[in-house]
């Protein structure tokens, strides 16, 4: 196990508390020492991170990179990254470890989980290492977990030799029609045929984690579309960049803190482009106009292919479940003899005693693109045509893919609603009224700090 200089550990330790103590009562760190004083963990995540995942579950879909170890005692340094609503990343909090061990590990996974208040990320991209393995199942079990394709792609390219037996190996982590049983027989078959004796390790360590890369297990797993770019995933390379062998822990913390601003004022300055700027429309249908004005257009731009593409398909049948009143559908989708399934069901949302029920739609499509990417497919988009709906549902917009206009105005309708409640009861306390009202005050104070740093950085 690595040692941490102690005056580098009392540094950076007495940095954290101070920042906690007079700049950031709403940063998080957390750390632990072995039996001679000597650092052996630590996690830190500032206020602006703690907040953007709240507010718009940035940290559903997080990558944990445990693989860079560029610093001065060539210690592991993990960041804990999310994508924003720009599918830009977000350092939600980052980490450093002695060793390597799963429980060093899985301890950085509590603490990350406890800056979010317990709550566990619907779905986690790790480089697939056995100690991050067993980590994410025992903190984690509930999430989906999947490895990195980045890292898979290295693999391929070092133990697998020509073209056919590299792109036979992708085939096997990209094709989403590939089920768990085809998955098995092609994958006896890819090794009758490039199986060596130079890669059949490799191959059988693959194989014992098939499920965490393999399309016939992962195709229906919520992954924000990350399965088909590298890049994405990829997301804490800016804050590698500029580390260096001989960086100190007080050094890299700076390092990171840097980094973290710049991505700030960059999701600041894309919201500004977005919410001066107008998509530029390819087709004449309305749900493309609709689309441009929801979604941000880093998310846009993706949807706006199955957009272009749902010209192409038609319904083939329709069954309505009238028997029992309820209203649902399910549409038949088809274009040169492919075939897919659309449900649409009816929710019905209970509300107050003095409120009506009301009902809310929902969408299902049997290729899953709703589900493991958050945005509707285009099957979803030629029912949509066809019934001649005015705009795409509610339940097909993502609160963390749209612009920050909309984001906006839904976070306004429940706060008004949540403070009417807060506000009623405090008022009827003084002590209570002075506490929400001195809380609020600081609150604002400190938000409109930030703002004022953003906009000068931004100019």
């Not at 879909?61 to 210690?75: A, C, I, L, P, W």
Request: hydrophobic share 35%.
């Amino acid at each position: 196990m690595a040692l941490i200089d102690s005056d580098d550990t009392a540094a950076v330790l007495g940095e954290l508390r101070r920042r906690k103590d007079e700049d950031d009562p709403d940063h998080f760190h957390e750390c632990e020492l072995d039996a001679g004083g000597q650092l052996k963990r630590l996690f830190w995540a500032d206020a602006d991170a703690r907040l953007s995942m709240v507010l718009i579950d940035i940290h559903d879909v997080v990558v944990v990179d445990t693989t860079f170890r560029t610093n001065k005692y060539s210690v592991p340094f993990v960041p804990f990254v999310g994508l924003n609503h720009h599918r830009r990343p977000v350092v939600l909090g980052c980490g450093v470890v002695t060793d390597q061990s799963p429980d060093s590990f899985a301890w950085l996974m509590r603490a990350f989980m406890r800056s979010t208040g317990q709550e566990s990320p619907k779905s986690v991209i790790t480089d697939g290492s056995d100690a991050v393995v067993h980590a994410v199942e025992t903190v984690l079990p509930l999430s989906n977990h999947r490895m990195c394709t980045w890292q898979v792609e290295q693999g391929i390219r070092e133990h697998l030799v020509g073209w056919p037996a590299q792109e036979g190996f992708r085939s096997l982590m990209s094709d989403d029609a590939c089920s768990p049983v085809e998955f098995e027989q092609r994958w006896h078959a890819f090794l009758a045929s490039h199986r060596t004796v130079t890669n059949q390790e490799w191959l059988c360590r693959m194989y014992v984690k098939r499920e965490l890369w393999a399309a016939a297990f992962v195709r229906d797993k919520f992954f924000l579309g990350m399965a088909r770019d590298q890049r994405t995933e990829c997301l804490a390379t800016g804050l590698h960049t500029g580390l260096a062998e001989g960086m100190s822990l007080l050094a890299l913390l700076r390092h990171t803190d840097s980094w973290t601003k710049y991505m700030l004022v960059d999701g600041y300055k894309l919201d500004s482009l977005a919410d001066k700027s107008r998509e530029k429309l390819t087709t004449d249908h309305y749900l493309e106009e609709d689309a441009a004005r929801s979604f941000t257009p880093a998310n846009f731009a993706i949807l706006r292919q199955e957009i272009e593409a749902m010209g192409d398909f038609e319904i083939v049948d329709t069954l309505s479940s009238s028997s029992n009143g309820s209203g649902d559908k399910v549409y038949t989708v088809g274009y040169r003899g492919e075939h897919f399934t659309v449900l649409r069901c009816h929710d019905r949302a209970g509300g107050d005693d003095n409120m009506q029920k009301e009902a809310s739609v929902a969408f299902k499509c049997s290729c899953r693109k709703m589900e493991r990417e958050g945005l509707p497919c285009r099957h979803i988009l030629c029912v949509l045509r066809h019934e001649r709906e005015p705009s795409i549902p509610k339940c097909c917009k993502l609160r963390r893919l749209l612009r920050r206009g909309d984001i906006r105005y839904e976070r306004l309708d429940e706060m008004e609603n949540l403070g009417r409640q807060v506000f009623d009861l405090a008022s009827q306390d003084a002590e209570e009224f002075e506490e929400i009202k001195d809380f609020l005050e600081d609150w604002l104070q400190q938000r409109r700090a930030t703002r004022c740093m953003a906009s000068t950085l931004l100019t």
